[in-house]
């Protein structure tokens, strides 16, 4: 049984969108509910020849550390999740790819935010040249996925959506 949305409020805050519903959930009980309306966003795995991985080490502000991850980015509207991969792809790392592989999406936390992850798998790479933002601050590293795999087992590689997007690509590989 879905929730009764009783009334809701929306305020924007920088690059976030709160919304704030009062709802009826499926006892009777009146509730308020809120969550971050958060554009929808890409995620690519680059493998390039010898199965080995084009990964990112980025400063990320909000946890005021470096992280290993996967290219990635906001969906912009008038773009396609495929299109917008592959400008991140060049943008953040210089490759560009002749070979996309389509690995659904997810949402990363659906009890806090609205975001949903298309994942996405590139191979047949061609280096270019990176196109950053002033505010990214990106190193790239190309390791072998054995190598990628430790950096998760030891908890180094905690980028969310690198990990689905790794998840995915290895389960459906093993099909």
Not at 56 to 65: D, E, F, P, S, V
Not at 66 to 83: C, F, H, I, N
Request: proline share 3%.
């Amino acid at each position: 049984m879905a929730w009764k949305i009783n009334s809701s409020k929306r305020e924007k805050i920088d690059r976030f969108e709160i919304t704030i519903d009062s709802v009826t959930v499926p006892n009777g009980e009146e509730k308020k509910f809120s969550y971050i309306s958060f554009a929808k966003g890409v995620c690519v795995l680059p493998i390039s020849e010898g199965n080995r991985v084009i990964c990112l080490k980025q400063y990320r502000h909000a946890i005021k550390n470096w992280q290993w991850e996967l290219p990635a980015g906001m969906l912009e509207e008038d773009r396609t999740p495929l299109d917008m991969a592959k400008q991140e792809l060049q943008e953040e790392t210089g490759y560009s790819a002749s070979e996309w592989i389509d690995l659904g999406s997810f949402y990363p936390s659906p009890g806090s935010t609205s975001e949903e992850i298309f994942l996405f798998a590139a191979k047949g790479l061609s280096k270019g040249e990176q196109n950053l933002e002033s505010s990214e601050q990106i190193v790239l590293h190309e390791m072998q996925m054995e190598e990628l795999m430790n950096l998760i087992a030891n908890g180094e590689f905690q980028h969310g959506a690198g990990l689905a997007a790794i998840a995915k690509y290895l389960c459906k590989n093993n099909e």
